[in-house]
């Protein structure tokens, strides 16, 4: 199967401060990544999707590639220019609490190690 994964929000908690994505000041979430690394490791194709940059048209590709990288992410491919949006709808997509819904306590411990961030619109975990 193709896996699109996105990124901010759903492998790390990146902090949102000032009307802005702190994207060099993402967490990772460690047990999540490993999920997607399963998944990878069981042959699937995992494709990184990420909206950095355009909203803004800043260029994220090196600062994604390295953290990635960092955070020991498997992957075939790390796509940006994904659109910026609110809402989105689909017949395949999975929310990302959802998708790791049997990681609730390391979601939760992971919400803890970031609270330090201010300004930080913590997501809930169902
Ligand atoms: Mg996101």
Redesign the pocket.
């Known amino acids: 199967m193709i896996y699109m994964v996105?990124?901010?929000?759903?492998i790390c908690r990146?902090p949102f401060t000032d009307g802005q994505h702190r994207y060099g000041l993402a967490v990772p979430l460690k047990h999540r990544i490993e999920e997607i690394n399963r998944l990878y490791d069981q042959g699937h194709t995992i494709i990184y999707w990420?909206?950095r940059g355009s909203g803004s048209g800043l260029n994220w590709t090196a600062l994604t590639n390295k953290q990635l990288n960092d955070w020991g992410c498997k992957f075939h491919e790390v796509r940006l220019g994904k659109p910026s949006y609110d809402v989105w709808i689909d017949d395949k997509a999975f929310n990302?609490k959802e998708f790791f819904k049997n990681q609730d306590i390391e979601y939760l411990y992971d919400d803890y190690l970031v609270n330090g961030y201010k300004n930080y619109e913590q997501p809930r975990p169902n």
């Open positions: 996105d990124i901010d929000q759903t990146t990420t909206a990302d």
